[in-house]
Every structure is written in structure tokens, then in C-alpha cells.
């Protein structure tokens, strides 16, 4: 699914967002959503993708924090992780990562764009997993969460596309590659450290 010819689609967003007064009964102020089904009907296989996408993403980040905890078994990461939910894991992999980096005064500079997409792919995919569906209206605006904003409580409205949602499923499968190279390197320059470490001792124990 990764190579599949969307990678060329869209360059900017067309996913359009709109607030709408929660009035007494949840229906109110979200319009006709009398036809949600014909409406969604094209968009439901990419809503899947974008599952098996993040799940993927989040698999790897899995792996990459189990093996901070430990190189030996992942058991130790998982008794951790297994309860996290994602916002939490990716938190604990910057924290992780930002020590590792100070530590050896690395420079890392797609370092900062790789959190700040790990974290739009998770509120992109609870964008999507938790939009209520059965509630899209004629125009394709999909209700994903209330807010309490200066007006009172909200409905908060996202216009799908495919084109939208499409664009979400690339950005995840690049946060993912991204994640990959940002490990290799790491790991790379680690044991490029050790190399080094490891020859100046043996040129001082010559020495002595």
C-alpha cells in the first residue's frame, strides 16, 4: 500500500473545517444528513487505509521505543507501552530522543519536522477514526468533536475528500520512512562513536 500512486496527489490541503452551535438536541445545527451513507460511500475504503497507514506508523514507533528500554526483548517496552495511547508514546520518544541528542551534541535537522508530523498524523487519524460518519451532511462536512469555544458548546465540522484523505494516508506512510531513516542514523552514528571510542583506547593502551 505504500507505493500505491498517491504520492503525487495534492500538494496543500483541501480538508475545509467549520464550527456550528450544539443547540439543544445533537442533530441540531448540522444540517441534512439524511443521505450520510451516499454521501461517505466513496470515501470509506481511504478511511481504511488511513487504519492499516497509522497502525503501521505506530507499530514501528512501538519498536523503536521497546528497543530503548531494552536490545535484548521487547517485553519490557511493551509492559510500558501497552496502555499508552499514541499522543503519550510520541511524547516519550521526543523526550527520549532530545536526551540521546544533547547528550552527543548531534544535529539533527529533519529532527524537529519528524515530531511535528508524528504528532499531526495522530490528530489526523482521531480526525478521521472518531469522526461521527452517520452525521455527515449534503456538503460532506462530518462532525469529529464538540468544543467549548467563546460562543458555547460547539460542533466541530471537517469537509472530507478523498483528495483529504489521501493526503492524510501519504503523510503517514512519510512520517513512517521518515521515523526509519531518523533510527538508521541514530544507530549509525552510535556505532560510529563506539568505533572511535574503541580506537583511542587501543592507540592509549599502545601508548602506555
Known sequence: MGNI???TILNESVMKIKKSPVGQYI???L????????VIEDL???IGQIVVAFNSLEASLDSILCETFSD??????????????YSTKVDLFKKFSDDFIRTFQWHIPEYKELISSLKECGVNRNK?????????????????????????LEHELCQFSEESLIKIINKIYQTEESLGEFDEE?????????SKTKNNEN??????
Not at 72 to 85: A, E, N, T
Not at 203 to 208: A, K, Y
Request: with cysteine.
Open 5 to 7: 500512486n498517491i504520492k
Open 27 to 29: 442533530l441540531d445545527g
Open 31 to 38: 444540517g441534512d444528513t439524511e443521505n450520510s451513507y451516499e
Open 44 to 46: 470509506i475504503p481511504w
Open 72 to 85: 535484548r526483548s521487547d517485553q519490557k517496552g511493551l509492559l510500558v507501552l501497552h496502555s499508552m495511547m
Open 128 to 152: 478521521v477514526i472518531h469522526a461521527n460518519w452517520g452525521y455527515t451532511d449534503k456538503d460532506g462536512f462530518t462532525p469529529v468533536k464538540y468544543k467549548v469555544g467563546n460562543d458555547g
Open 186 to 194: 541514530c544507530s549509525y552514528r552510535v556505532s560510529d562513536w563506539n
Open 203 to 208: 592507540l592509549r593502551n599502545r601508548s602506555e
